[in-house]
């Protein structure tokens, strides 16, 4: 009760003047977040650039070697495939995620018996673990056996099997799509809450304007949910980017290396191959990009605080 | 005019006001669709498990068995992946690995989070931004260091190797999550017990952390399934058979020759989706906010 008096002062203790101290004990509490991730996640991202430099193998540290291994790779047709369809996957899968996304968001949203219900199944294909749905998705792929040929061959649609994994195009669609299956959940749901916090009244008051449906969509939807899709998509690029076990566990990057992503080259030629230098490089090779995403989410967060009124 | 006047009256009534919009309407552009989402979405799911029940006959013949249906369900696969396979062990891993990677998580992440949000040290707004910048950085860059380092530090094929790295994706999710939480605490509660003479430890364990019960099973949820499902580090750090988890057990271990068990492998993917989604089933609400939290804040 003392310490707390206002008149009073005499000089506490430095046990006390410690724990009345915000640094302090700020640095305190900090303390075992902070060392976790200093030693499991900076030191380590300072190691992979260093890794990078050297030709570092399994069991044997290496030696500082420069460029070397970027020289290597800036001249390995493999790694620039693999560059392409990092690419090819992130675009393609992300604007399909988007776009299905939204539209189960907007059907979400609208008033449905059993919605919650609704809501709870469709975020399942996100809950259960990649690679088990994975498995499913290669058993779905099965050039003998696949369910989806047999479904479309009784249907009359096609008159002999899809080589869903062993053509290089199937291969790529293939694992787009099972990307896209998992994706769309975690799209559709952080966007419904998005558009739960639009007043219903805005919608009203724009239909009493003569809006059409396009025109509710275009003027009053899209841009009160533009800062969540910024960040949503943010997200949903960067974890497509990084993308590695779906690859693995379908096509471990072939058909001659046609599903190569950066992420299942860098295991490939680092770990299974032994070259951790040349696996880093790789690993480092997708920084510059992973950057490019948050700068755009930075700049999606700062276009939200300023629509909400707020100071830049 | 009139037939002009007719087209749009329907349209004003719609936009805002949905519940206004004909039957059949509402059929196609609002029930059909997600009908075709529903059964996209859970279609492999019911696919994973008529396969784990389907006799090997059935399963490949798809002349005279219906592929959708199963006629005489068998239990085979499952006793096969339950009795004469590493899977129960696997199972038991995943279990431990992931509670205690949860736990660990949360424990700094409370401190990290109060000390964030409520202690407002010199440095702490550069601190926030920091912990979200680290969830930011993906396993797939960080997974060749960290080997190397788990390798230098004996952790090799050990299940710590595990519970000490993934923290590193599950503590800035947390951290940020509970930062949330107790943003929406109110500061005069604290003051009051600041008053009444409370110390900060006793502001957090008796004030600050009854009042975000929500939120720490919304954390303790998300960041349990994180590491249920996590893949890449279980991969790379872990060698024997008998420490390895779910993901990595039923890909690597299941999967041998060239005559693949699918009814095994679909049973193994099926019972190792369980404990998640009965996870998720009893906390979806929790689940959600969690998620949604994560982008939102």
């Not at chain 2, 988890?245 to 049973?267: H, I």
Request: hydrophobic share 55%; glycine share 6%.
């Amino acid at each position: 009760m003392a310490v707390s008096s206002i008149a009073v002062q005499p000089r506490p203790s430095i046990l006390s003047r410690l724990a009345e101290s915000r640094n302090a004990l700020g640095f305190g509490f900090m303390l075992p977040a902070a060392a976790l991730l200093l030693v499991f996640l900076t030191y380590p991202l300072g190691l992979g650039v260093w890794l990078g430099f050297t030709d570092a193998r399994i069991g044997r540290p290496g030696i500082f070697i420069g460029i070397e291994n970027y020289e290597y790779l800036w001249s390995d047709a493999v790694f620039w495939l693999s560059v392409f369809n990092t690419l090819l996957y992130t675009i393609s899968a992300s604007i399909l995620k988007f776009v299905l996304g939204l539209w189960l968001a907007l059907i979400l949203n609208q008033n449905l018996p059993f919605k919650s219900f609704f809501r709870a199944i469709v975020l399942l294909p996100w809950v259960v673990p990649t690679v088990l749905s994975a498995i499913a998705f290669w058993w779905i792929y099965d050039s003998q056996f696949s369910i989806l040929s047999w479904a479309l061959q009784q249907m009359g649609l096609i008159d002999h099997r899809i080589n869903f994994l062993g053509d290089p195009e199937n291969a790529r669609a293939s694992v787009i799509a099972a990307n896209v299956w998992r994706g769309i959940p975690f799209v559709a749901i952080t966007l419904l809450a998005g558009l739960q916090t639009i007043p219903q009244s805005l919608y009203e008051a724009a239909t009493l304007d003569g809006a059409s449906r396009w025109q509710l969509f275009r003027f009053v939807t899209l841009p009160l949910l533009t800062p969540i899709i910024a960040i949503t998509m943010t997200f949903s690029v960067l974890f497509t980017f990084t993308d590695f076990q779906l690859i693995y566990v379908l096509t471990r990057g072939g058909p001659v290396n046609a599903t190569h992503l950066m992420a299942t080259l860098s295991f490939q030629r680092g770990i299974s191959g032994g070259q951790l230098g040349e696996g880093a490089a790789i690993a480092v090779a997708m920084i510059p990009f992973l950057l490019a995403a948050i700068l755009f989410s930075y700049f999606g967060l700062q276009r939200r605080k300023w629509q909400q009124g707020g100071g830049d | 005019m009139a037939v002009i006047k007719r087209e749009k009256r329907p349209e004003l009534d719609e936009g805002g006001m949905g519940y206004l919009q004909s039957l059949p309407r509402r059929v196609v552009t609002v029930y059909l669709p997600l009908l075709v989402f529903v059964i996209v979405l859970l279609f492999p799911f019911y696919w994973m498990t008529i396969t784990a029940v389907k006799p090997n006959l059935e399963m490949t013949d798809y002349v005279n068995f219906n592929p959708f249906w199963v006629v005489h369900p068998t239990l085979q696969h499952i006793r096969y992946l339950l009795f004469e396979t590493s899977y129960p062990g696997w199972l038991l891993n995943t279990i431990i690995i992931s509670t205690a990677a949860t736990f660990l998580s949360l424990l700094a992440s409370v401190f990290a989070a109060y000390a964030i949000e409520r202690l407002r040290f010199s440095g702490a707004r550069q601190v926030g931004l920091a912990i979200f910048l680290a969830y930011l950085v993906p396993p797939s860059i960080l997974f060749i260091p960290l080997s190397v380092m788990v390798f230098n530090l004996g952790l090799y094929d050990t299940p710590f190797a595990l519970i000490l790295t993934y923290p590193t994706f599950l503590i800035p999710f947390c951290t940020w999550l509970l930062m949330g939480y107790f943003r929406s605490i109110p500061f005069e509660l604290e003051e009051c017990a600041l008053i009444d003479g409370a110390s900060r430890w006793q502001i957090l364990t008796k004030i600050v952390l009854p009042l975000s019960v929500p939120g720490l099973i919304s954390a303790g949820i998300f960041a349990f399934t994180l590491s249920w499902n996590e893949f890449i580090y279980a991969l790379t750090f872990i060698q024997s058979s008998e420490t390895k988890t779910v993901p990595v057990g039923v890909l690597t271990e299941l999967v041998r020759s060239d005559v693949y068990e699918w009814g095994a492998l679909m049973a193994g993917a099926l019972i190792g989706s369980l404990p998640v989604v009965v996870l998720y089933s009893f906390f979806v609400e929790h689940y959600v906010s969690s998620m949604t939290g994560a982008v939102k804040e």
